[in-house]
């Protein structure tokens, strides 16, 4: 923490090797938001530099009593939704299909590894098919361990107003994941007799 | 006391993350034992739950930190270059003015005497003037009207105008430029950068 508030006061004099540290410490937490927010490794790369950037050019009005992570999550959710609304379009390399995954867990045998890629390919789907707002609130949640208090710092409003987003995304997931499965409980048996 | 339907799937949520009391638990299995509909959103919504806790963290390409500090690199030269190239036009609007400003006065020595060169400027406004409301009212000005040396006074006294006008346009686009630099906090001494591996 301490070590934090020294590299950040260092990029605020014009640093650029501590801001580079910046960017080291937290790349994981931005690139991660950033990709489940925008469904693809090339998109989440070029938002998850654009958030860096802006924390530098912006790091003057940063509040030191806030958690440095907080406010950094906070720009690159703005970013992203802003991002979204503005999309049109949705290109898709086949590249960015297999994005990078960073297991918790030490077993890397081919069938964990497969079966993982395979989970983060459907959450992932699911995630696209709710709205930016509701996936925000879920990414911060589920990816970002972020506690309600932190939430409602980040999205910029209340505790209360957190509980409900939160709640009405999960409801919206859930639809999803019951529309997924009643759509491939009605595909199974053509593709059977086919 | 039962609750609502609603009521119950605003518990789900807080339930998920541990955040019921004791009673407020309780309340939610009693009607999600009593209720399918509920029953089955409390099933969906603890399955898309484990699912997401389980999802990996998905990790940025290697180098991706240089990358970032690249882009800063080639951002803040793309900045020194666009005020490199105000700083010429800024130079040569001052160098217009000056020329102007010496053109205007050997006009003025040159017509010999300054009252009548303020004279015969107001003539030639009040002359344009006419013209405009002339046209205005669908009436043809022949130009052979205007008085040569009026018309060179005028052109002089034209291009004195802009060029102030333009000098007082490029210090307001300095200073915009300057406040903007300044909120952004970019500093430009890249000579310092270097990105730890």
Not at chain 1, 168 to 183: F, G, I, L, T
């Amino acid at each position: 923490m301490q070590d934090e508030i020294v590299l950040i006061k260092r990029t605020r004099a014009g640093d650029q090797q501590a801001f580079a540290r910046l960017v080291e410490q937290y790349q994981s937490q931005v690139y991660n938001l950033c990709y489940r927010m925008l469904g693809n490794s090339g998109e989440a790369e070029d938002a998850a530099q654009e958030t860096f950037l802006r924390a530098f050019s912006r790091l003057k009005t940063y509040d030191e009593s806030r958690k440095f992570s907080s406010w950094l999550l906070s720009i690159g959710s703005h970013y992203c939704i802003d991002r979204l609304r503005r999309r049109r379009f949705t290109w898709t390399d086949i590249d960015d299909l297999a994005p990078k995954l960073e297991s918790s867990r030490s077993d890397d045998r081919p069938e964990h590894v497969y079966l993982q890629a395979e989970l983060a390919d459907e959450v992932q789907r699911m995630l696209g098919n709710v709205s930016p707002l509701y996936r925000t609130v879920l990414i911060l949640r589920y990816w970002q361990h972020a506690s309600y208090e932190e939430m409602g710092e980040i999205l910029g409003i209340s505790e209360s107003a957190v509980k409900s987003r939160l709640h009405r995304a999960r409801k919206a997931m859930a639809d999803v994941m019951q529309e997924q499965s009643a759509a491939r409980g009605q595909l199974t048996p053509a593709v059977m007799q086919g | 006391m039962m609750k609502t339907c609603r009521e119950s799937e605003e518990l789900m949520s807080l339930a998920l993350d541990g955040l019921l009391s004791g009673d407020e638990r309780r309340t939610l299995d009693q009607h999600l034992a009593t209720c399918e509909s509920c029953a089955a959103v409390w099933d969906a919504m603890s399955e898309v739950s484990e699912m997401m806790w389980a999802s990996p963290i998905v990790a940025p390409p290697a180098g991706f930190a240089r990358s970032v500090v690249s882009e800063l690199e080639a951002r803040q030269q793309k900045e020194r270059l666009r005020r490199q190239g105000i700083a010429t036009i800024v130079s040569l609007v001052a160098l217009l003015a000056t020329v102007g400003l010496l053109a205007s006065v050997w006009m003025g020595l040159w017509l010999g005497d300054a009252v009548g060169f303020r004279l015969a400027v107001a003539s030639f406004f009040d002359q344009i003037s006419d013209a405009v409301s002339l046209v205005a009212r669908g009436v043809r000005v022949p130009l052979g009207l205007l008085d040569p040396t009026q018309v060179r006074i005028g052109v002089v006294s034209l291009a004195l105008l802009v060029s102030a006008c333009t000098v007082l346009w490029a210090s307001v686009l300095v200073r915009v430029d300057r406040n903007a630099r300044r909120a952004m906090g970019v500093r430009l001494d890249l000579e310092t950068i270097s990105i730890p591996r």
